[in-house]
């Protein structure tokens, strides 16, 4: 299934209407638009405490233009099991659910009922946008902040390396494991598409970058995520339990060969929240950056 810029362009309707309430160059509300544009047709969505909760708007200013349920920080997937369950029930069966939620739910305080609907095969997609820290709160450390960054929880830069959300789903045995990248848009809306066609539990997880927490340029979001990728910091794959197979994306191929990749201080140095990265940091980095790596590589 390829997805061109017509196909972005030739939507169902816009889910994501004018007047958000979300930074200018955040990387969550563009995955947004067009992620769930794809399919807002045939979406339910279910969206846990977060920015997203803010920037969808409320009342007549609301931006969301699809069904939205906002629930409590570690509810969601318990929530959308439900309505999934309800939909299935009325004989909506067409009706899609999804979980559009933050690292901080989506990697720590939610991650038990995102376990619990993944071990129950809950026909659900769960899409984590990672802005790498507890935005909505005034940008704390999450489990999916990278080594190094200057957080409101560690000033000093984090020394933890990142919770592998796709690899515990992949471990609990997930219908369909996928990452994505505001950068690579037709990508990110091949693996919504692919996913939603699957029954069972489905998991993608996107790299958003965040300007007033990463502290980069508004105008420098694409250009940072892009970058994540060919660092190899962000590798872009998919996982399906029918083959047990990890197959890289497009935009990541080459740079599962490291002498492709370009410098992880090219990436940092957009970064306010990355520029002081110590030697040792970037040396942990560079390690978990591989971790990554030689993890996927078991399942090539
Ligand atoms: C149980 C609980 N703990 C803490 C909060 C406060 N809270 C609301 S949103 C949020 C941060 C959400 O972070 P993340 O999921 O990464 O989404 P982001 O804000 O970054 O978009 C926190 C800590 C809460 N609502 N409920
Ligand atoms: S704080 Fe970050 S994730 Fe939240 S709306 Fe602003 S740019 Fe987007
Ligand atoms: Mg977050």
């Excluded at 972005?8 to 889910?15: C, Q, T």
């Excluded at 990890?246 to 060969?257: I, N, T």
């Amino acid at each position: 299934m390829t997805v061109t810029q017509k196909d972005l362009l030739n939507v169902p309707k816009k889910a994501l209407l004018k007047g958000h309430f979300a930074c200018a160059g955040c990387g969550s509300a563009l995955a947004f638009r067009h992620a769930i544009s794809a399919i807002a047709d045939k979406v339910i969505l279910v969206v846990p405490a977060s920015c997203a909760s803010v920037y969808q708007g409320g009342g007549k200013g609301a931006s969301f233009n699809v069904p939205t349920i906002n629930t409590a920080f570690a509810a969601s997937d318990a929530v959308a099991s439900g309505v999934r369950r309800a939909m299935k029930m009325k004989g909506k069966d067409d009706l899609k659910v999804v979980v559009w939620g933050g690292d901080g739910s989506g990697a720590d305080i939610g991650i038990a009922t995102e376990i619990g609907a993944c071990d129950r095969q809950e026909d659900i997609l769960h899409i984590i946008y990672s802005n790498n820290v507890y935005g909505n709160t005034g940008g704390q450390r999450s489990g999916d902040t990278m080594i190094g960054a200057k957080t409101a929880t560690t000033p000093k830069g984090n020394t933890t390396p990142r919770k592998m959300v796709p690899f515990i789903m992949i471990a609990n045995n997930a219908r369909y494991v996928a990452t994505a990248s505001s950068a690579f848009i037709e990508d990110l809306v091949e693996k919504v598409k692919k996913a939603i066609s699957f029954e069972g539990f489905k998991l993608i997880q996107i790299d958003a970058p965040c300007p007033p927490n990463w502290r980069t340029d508004s105008a420098d979001s694409v250009k940072v995520a892009r970058l994540a990728v060919q660092t190899g910091i962000w590798p872009l794959f998919e996982w399906d339990r029918e083959t047990n197979e990890v197959v890289l994306s497009r935009a990541s191929k080459k740079y599962e060969d490291k002498s492709n990749r370009k410098q992880i201080t090219e990436w940092t140095s957009l970064q306010g929240r990355l520029k002081t990265i110590t030697e040792d940091q970037l040396i942990a980095l560079e390690f978990d950056t591989e971790r990554q790596w030689n993890f996927l590589r078991k399942f090539m």
